[in-house]
């Protein structure tokens, strides 16, 4: 009966997982390949980090990059797709996703993924949101996602903006090294993910 239980759960999880995504695929806020982009960045990082990321964090990271965005759902669309300059009411809004996310991850017993989904918005340097975290406070597997998320973003197109070049990406991870980001974690995706990758593909 328990190992019953465990398969429905992960079912339910399964089709959680395919709904969120296609329901943000239908706001016109993620293009499909996001999360898989997502995904396989943050795996290459985990596997140079590896030292510092127990098995339990690497086995919920899969998940975390999947379920990353889940919150924006409860987000309106005229928010999320907007292609210009959000006002302060519409900011305040759209940064309860982090909360809406953390809840409906808690919902189906995922806490340590729920954990860092509430986390993803915090800073290096503590003017993040929603509490203000610092440095180490920030899970880590919240720092290592947020960096991949942020490049993935930034290389391709949005709704308010085009996608900038892999040079210029990795120009605003520099800017924000040690502000927004994980200092060690921007080295190292920089120096070892990125260059590794341009490499194999040159």
């Avoid at 340590?112 to 440095?135: M, N, Q, S």
């Amino acid at each position: 009966m328990y190992s019953e239980k465990l398969q429905k759960s992960k079912e339910v999880r399964h089709r959680l997982i395919l709904s969120v995504e296609k329901e943000l695929h239908r706001r016109f806020f993620e293009d499909p390949g996001h999360v898989e982009r997502v995904s396989s960045l943050a795996d290459k990082l985990a596997q140079v980090e590896e030292a510092r990321i127990g098995s339990f964090e690497l086995d919920k990271l899969n998940l975390l990059t999947k379920l990353h965005d889940i919150g924006k759902v409860g987000i309106p669309k005229e928010i999320l797709g907007k292609n210009s300059e959000l006002s302060n009411q519409e900011f305040e809004i759209m940064q309860r996703h982090s909360e809406i996310g953390f809840r409906m991850a808690q919902s189906i017993d995922e806490l340590l993924v729920a954990d860092a989904i509430l986390a993803l918005r915090e800073r290096w340097d503590g003017t993040g949101y929603p509490r203000g975290l610092k440095g180490d406070q920030i899970p880590l597997l919240s720092r290592l996602v947020g960096i991949v998320d942020a490049f993935d973003v930034m290389t391709h197109n949005r709704p308010y903006r085009l996608a900038k070049s892999q040079e210029e990406a990795i120009k605003e991870l520099e800017k924000g090294c040690g502000k927004q980001f994980d200092p060690h974690l921007t080295h190292l995706f920089i120096t070892k993910v990125l260059k590794q990758d341009k490499a194999l593909t040159s």
